[in-house]
């Protein structure tokens, strides 16, 4: 047959299907690079959006506050014990320390608002600090507590937009009536005048646009009853003229009213919150915030909130009051000590990992100590030692659903059976490492019988065939040799199981829980919460604060999950190197 | 015990797997100090019955040895007798070599640590040089004992897997197609080998090379399909057989 074929007809034809070979060799190749380069891209994005999310979590503003720590505040019974200096007024100690920065705060509100710059839970702080240290009592300390959560994000530029222009003209404040005139001779405030205005009639012009689409609707309506949009257009036109008479004063003053940005005036280590300025632009009226070293300065900061004070919780006051407090060098930035010093809190500036962290840790610990031995040990009896008959047939079919089964079953299981029936302490991590472990059962199992299963059949035969018993043949050859597999399959089901949630919301480690568990036997048994739940729960929290810190958190998870899995590389290695 | 020099009296053997015979009524006396050959075409039973004198079918799911194996006049297949006991006495050398991922020294010194031979590390640096002396491999191995006994070549591994086999002292060595995947010079080393072995060893050596069974051994025992021929002197069997089926085999008529 092939005689009738030549010779060069048969080069032809290979080298044709050949080409058509490497053609699809080189596609599939790109594809697999396409794939590679899109998976690491994704994980890139992610981590990189999480990794900047959680960067505002990793320093915080904290006030370094001169406290006169008075022997009557703070020593109510004059002895210097204990129970005395727990009776101590440590917020009133906090709050003339405050008022010491600030002698110009009188009112009662605004005094609440400067004792709203700290959280309340400062107080005990302070406490805490002089039982440390009873030589404390009577003198003057420097103590060091976080900035609010919000006034922290004001500093670092996160919470609200401003702008900030250096003025290099002279400015000098007059007394006039109850409240200050600033005078720029140069017409320093004709800008933000002008910016001021052109908002207003932007905003009247989008009121009008609005009103002209409602009249379209009413003439196009016919015979339907249009009273009511009638009614809210003259309504829109009537706030549009407002607006357009506002922006327009000619009466000399154009006012600046909370509905507006809020324009600060820095001047001489004092500021002013203005509420008009002269349509010339060269005055403004308003009141100090801070009282300024002198009446009048070469150069001042004017500063515009774009957000209006009616529309945000925190006050102008405390704005100012935060910067001056950092001009003055009484709040600092550094690193954040209370992130990972610090349990949960209610606060913001005060909440940290630790607590989680080391109940993670513990938790997987247990998990661990659990899963692995009994996994380990119940697949070598069921691949070596294990009679074929239904039962352990069945047990083997359970045994692959149970890795399917989704992990808040388990959960309930933890509920229903290690609360109620055994009475385990509800949150702890030996509750939550029993319940993981019970996950992780399965893929262990799983992950060891099929790392067993690929050990090469002549192995053992050569053990057997040298009079090695079955035990011998598998913990010396079978096992060493299955070590890896068992370890990347352990690693993976305590990974998943580290990273897990649900289940632990079933047994109330969601709680909210303030104490660090101490790593150690008795840690075991005291309530906790994990990572996840952790992340978890500062999402869901109120305060915007909240958010940098729970992406910081997901950081220590996936540095805990890099950590182990680092180890488990390098112990695959160690055992891999004997083959 | 007989008063034949025979080492091995097999009488009446029967192995299934499953339902499935695949030995019938196989009776032989294998003698000491000498090489028997089993012959016959693929899946005729060689492994099987081989299997059988170290009781290496115990660990083959549903498989069922019946029948008088007698070692010494001891009856061994027996389910009351440990067959850990009997593998030292009875060692094995498979087909494809199959050195443990551990070093030269730990592939040799394993048997002997497990059974208890050596009393000081002395005496097992000891067996393990006299084992690899034996078989013939300790002149090129002796300087790297700690190397893997992987990454030997095959012919080495195989050799290697013998001096495995001799460390334990046993009075059997069984070889299933031990040259099947050897070049020929390496299979003329461990053809020689197995002619020195036999002084004091008794050798059973499956093979399906009729050239290779005339060469090594004494004895020749043709299978096929389950039953056992035909057994003699392998001079007898290759020249004048008293079988056809024989006959026709040696001739290469199947196979
Ligand atoms: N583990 C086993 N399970 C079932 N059947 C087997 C098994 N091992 C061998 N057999 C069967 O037994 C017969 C003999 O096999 P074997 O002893 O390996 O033949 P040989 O070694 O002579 O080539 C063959 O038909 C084979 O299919
Ligand atoms: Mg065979």
């Known amino acids: ?579 | 015990m007989s008063e034949t020099n025979s080492k091995v009296e097999v009488r009446d053997v029967d192995v299934f797997y499953g339902d499935k015979q695949a030995l019938n009524s196989v009776s032989i006396d294998i003698p000491k100090n000498s090489v028997t050959a089993f012959i016959g075409p693929s899946g005729c039973g060689k492994s099987t019955f081989l299997r059988c004198l170290n009781r290496m079918n115990d660990t083959i799911e549903g498989a069922r040895v019946e029948g008088s194996i007698k070692i010494d006049g001891e009856e061994i297949n027996d389910k009351h007798l440990d067959p850990v006991i009997l593998r030292a006495r009875v060692g094995m050398v498979f087909q494809k070599p199959n050195p443990f991922p551990k070093s030269i020294y730990d592939n040799v010194a394993y048997g002997p640590r497990i059974h208890g031979l050596a009393q000081s590390s002395d005496e097992l640096d000891d067996i393990v040089e006299q084992s690899l002396r034996k078989a013939g491999l300790w002149e090129e191995v002796s300087d790297r004992l700690s190397h893997p006994g992987t990454s030997l070549s095959g012919g080495q591994q195989q050799r290697l897997v013998i001096a495995r086999a001799i460390a334990v002292n046993p009075e059997v060595i069984l070889m299933d197609e031990p040259c099947s995947a050897l070049d020929p010079i390496a299979t003329a080393r461990i053809e020689g080998l197995i002619d020195e072995l036999r002084e004091n060893y008794c050798i059973v050596i499956v093979t399906h090379s009729m050239q290779q069974a005339a060469r090594v051994s004494q004895q020749t025992a043709f299978f096929h399909l389950g039953d056992l021929v035909e057994h003699g002197p392998t001079e007898t069997i290759f020249t004048n057989p008293r079988e056809q089926k024989t006959q026709d085999y040696i001739m290469g008529r199947f196979g």
């Not at chain 1, 774009?306 to 060098?329: A, C, H, K, T």
């Not at chain 1, 067993?452 to 060493?480: C, E, N, W």
Request: glycine share 6%; charged share 20%.
């Open chain 1, 1 to 579: 047959m092939t005689e009738s074929v030549s010779k060069p007809a048969i080069k032809a034809a290979v080298e044709a299907r050949l080409a058509k070979r490497y053609r699809s060799e080189a596609r599939f190749r790109s594809l697999g690079l396409a794939a590679i380069f899109s998976a690491v891209a994704i994980l890139v994005i992610l981590l990189g959006s999480i990794g900047m999310q959680s960067l505002p979590a990793y320093t915080a503003n904290e006030i370094f506050l001169e406290v006169d720590l008075d022997r009557d505040l703070v020593d109510p019974q004059g002895d210097g014990s204990e129970v005395s200096l727990r009776e101590g007024s440590y917020a009133r100690v906090l709050q003339n320390a405050m008022r010491e920065q600030f002698p110009e705060v009188r009112a009662r509100r605004d005094l609440r608002q400067l004792f709203q710059l700290y959280t309340a839970l400062n107080a005990p702080r302070l406490m805490d600090e002089v039982i440390e240290d009873p030589s404390l009592v009577g003198t003057r300390y420097r103590f060091r507590m976080p900035l609010s959560d919000d006034m922290d994000l004001y500093l670092k530029g996160e919470l609200l937009d401003q702008s900030e222009t250096r003025m290099n003209t002279a400015l000098r404040a007059e007394e006039e009536g109850r409240s200050i005139a600033l005078v720029s001779d140069n017409a320093g405030f004709a800008t933000l005048l002008e910016n001021q205005r052109a908002a207003l009639r932007n905003e009247a012009v989008a009121l009008g646009a609005s009103a002209d689409e409602l009249d379209l609707r009413v003439q196009a309506a016919g015979d339907e009853d249009v009273s009511a949009l009638v009614d809210r257009i003259a309504n829109l036109r009537e706030r549009q003229q407002g607006l357009l008479d506002w922006a327009d004063a000619e009466d000399g003053v154009f006012r600046l009213d909370d509905t507006l940005p809020s324009v600060i005036v820095e001047m001489a280590g004092g500021a002013y919150k203005l509420d008009g300025v002269s349509v010339d632009g060269t005055r403004a009226t308003g009141r100090a915030v801070v009282q300024p070293e002198s009446q009048s300065a070469d150069s001042w900061n004017l500063l515009v909130v774009d957000v209006p004070e009616s529309r945000r919780r925190s006050s102008d006051n405390q704005l100012v009051w935060s910067r001056v407090l950092r001009d003055r060098g009484v709040i600092e930035e550094h690193t954040n000590r209370y992130l990972f010093g610090n349990a949960d809190s209610r606060e913001p500036e005060l909440a940290g990992v630790r607590g989680a962290l080391h109940g993670s840790i513990l938790t997987i610990l247990i998990a661990l100590i659990l899963s692995v031995p009994v996994g380990v040990f119940a697949a070598i009896y069921l691949e070596e030692f294990a009679p074929k008959n239904p039962v352990t047939d069945l047990i083997e079919v359970n045994i692959n659903n149970l890795a399917a089964v989704p992990s808040i079953v388990f959960g309930m299981l933890g509920l229903a059976v290690f609360i109620n029936v055994f009475g385990l302490p509800r949150s702890s991590p030996v509750l939550g490492g029993l319940v993981l472990s019970l996950m992780t059962l399965p893929t262990i199992i799983i992950a060891t019988r099929a790392a067993m299963k690929a050990v090469p059949p002549s192995i053992r035969d050569a053990a057997l065939g040298i009079g090695a018993s079955q035990t011998q043949t598998v913990f010396h050859h079978v096992l060493p040799l299955a070590a890896p597999g068992i370890l990347t399959g352990s690693i993976i089901g305590l990974s998943r199981a580290l990273g897990e949630t649900a289940p632990l919301l079933m047994i109330g480690m969601v709680a909210f829980i303030a104490e660090t568990p101490s790593l150690d036997i008795e840690g075991m048994t005291q309530p906790a919460t994990v990572l996840p739940v952790q992340v978890f729960l500062w999402y869901d929290g109120a305060e915007r604060a909240f958010e940098p810190r729970a992406a910081a958190a997901i950081m220590v998870l996936l540095g805990l999950m890099i950590s182990f899995n680092a180890l488990a590389i390098y112990l695959r290695h160690k055992f891999e190197r004997r083959w």
